[in-house]
């Protein structure tokens, strides 16, 4: 299908859905800001204030589109990575609930359900994926307190061509074939790996396939931990495999990895001097393209142990956006995300701006070898659990610094187990 063939299918969707949500949206939007004296409906500021700054251009644009839909309406938009769990405390705490902010999905949304908005019955409820929807329940509860801007595939992208050259065959899908593979790719004059270890966020995604192969119901385990009921030393995967992996990836990977944030580990994959990434996945490839249009991207899981059947990519929706329940302007919110999930140009947003994994249903079907050669793995090995979801932001930046303090030389593997292992009872 060309990619004109790919536009009227997705115009033709678009419209189709459109037309048969035209009057829940209606109703849905049957609020109103007021009118000011001239008839004219008064201006309203609305404050999005969220993280995942990789999307600020596509959300920009989102907004723009916007401003033509409803003038009046002013959406002020902010985003941040760093710190962003103290950052939108302390707005709570001051009572300055941003409209609309964002969350990790899974326990999270028991974490800040008192301040969010109940999204069943809304008109985007008829466009979420039930899976996206899944992971915006309470963890023991009813309603959906959340929705996301992407679905999601976390792994490995490698560069093909730098396997080819180098001799690799194949994927590594064992830590010993990793090793090998490593020495391989050096030998041939490349990096083989490009860290990320500078973001507090990359130690997470890294850890999301141990604790997913640690046990068959990764929910509880981590339910465990938090009870003080589990160790790292009581699964090997945890803490031999993980901290094996970690010191790969720092033995063979960049100079300086602490100094290694997103943008310096996209360029080094990009330009073609590291044939592996760390912590990354589909959310990449559009970056990585812009630098390098050419490149060959390869996907797949992590090596966590010496059985390939559990080298599997994991996918799903990990971030939340909320709605306030607080806001002054709570139908002129709502009008916004229903807009944002249910009109032709919202739902192409996702494939088109954002370039991400659609959260909605679409009939589009996306040219990202991330999202193609993930979803063919799902189909083949089946997929890792979301275990990040089952985590607060406040432990997984907590958890990052303390490997950040591991990869640093300034504690050993048994201290940051005990650190990791204590932030546990107190950051969950």
Excluded at 164 to 188: D, H, R, Y
Excluded at 305 to 328: F, H, I, M, P
Excluded at 365 to 382: C, N, T
Excluded at 418 to 424: K, R
């Amino acid at each position: 299908m060309t990619r004109e063939d790919k536009h009227m299918s997705k115009k033709l969707f678009g419209t189709l859905l459109s037309i048969s949500l035209v009057l829940a949206l209606l109703a849905g939007c049957g609020g109103s800001s007021g009118q000011d004296a001239s008839g004219d409906e008064a201006p309203v500021d609305l404050y999005m204030f969220i993280s995942q700054p990789e999307y600020a251009d596509a959300i920009n644009e989102l907004i723009s589109e916007y401003k033509n839909v409803k003038p009046h309406v002013t959406i002020n938009y902010e985003t941040t990575q760093a710190d962003y769990p103290v950052l939108l405390r302390a707005r709570i705490n001051s009572d300055n609930i941003p409209d609309i902010f964002s969350s990790t999905s899974g326990k999270e949304i028991d974490m800040y359900m008192e301040y969010s908005h109940d999204l069943s019955g809304q008109p985007m409820m008829q466009t979420m994926l039930p899976a996206v929807q899944d992971t915006m329940r309470p963890m023991d509860g009813d309603g959906i307190h959340g929705f996301a801007i992407k679905g999601n595939y976390f792994g490995t992208l490698y560069n093909k061509d730098i396997f080819a050259e180098a001799g690799v065959e194949q994927f590594p899908e064992t830590l010993t074939e990793l090793e090998e593979a490593c020495v391989k790719i050096e030998a041939a004059g490349y990096q083989p790996f490009t860290s990320g270890f500078a973001e507090w966020w990359v130690f997470k995604h890294s850890a999301m396939p141990f604790f997913g192969a640690a046990s068959d119901d990764a929910k509880d385990l981590i339910a465990r931990f938090e009870r003080g009921e589990a160790q790292f030393a009581d699964y090997p995967i945890l803490y031999d495999n993980f901290f094996r992996y970690i010191d790969i990836v720092k033995q063979y990977g960049d100079n300086r990895p602490l100094e290694t944030d997103l943008s310096a580990q996209i360029a080094a994959f990009a330009n073609g001097k590291a044939a592996m990434t760390n912590g990354q996945g589909a959310w990449i490839e559009a970056d990585v393209l812009r630098i390098n249009p050419d490149i060959n991207i390869g996907f797949n899981g992590y090596a966590v142990s010496e059985d390939a059947a559990q080298c599997v990519v994991v996918t799903g929706a990990d971030q939340a956006l909320r709605v306030s329940n607080a806001s002054d302007h709570l139908q002129e919110v709502l009008d916004f995300v229903n807009w944002w999930y249910t009109s032709d140009y919202g739902i192409a947003w996702f494939t088109d701006v954002a370039d991400v994994v659609p959260p909605v249903a679409t009939a589009v079907e996306s040219d990202f070898e991330v999202i193609k050669q993930g979803g063919d793995l799902v189909a083949k090995k089946g997929s890792g659990p979301l275990t990040v979801i089952y985590s607060t932001d406040s432990f997984h930046a907590a958890f990052g610094e303390a490997m950040q303090a591991y990869v640093g030389g300034w504690n050993d593997k048994e201290a940051t187990i005990a650190a990791i292992e204590e932030l546990w009872l107190t950051q969950h």
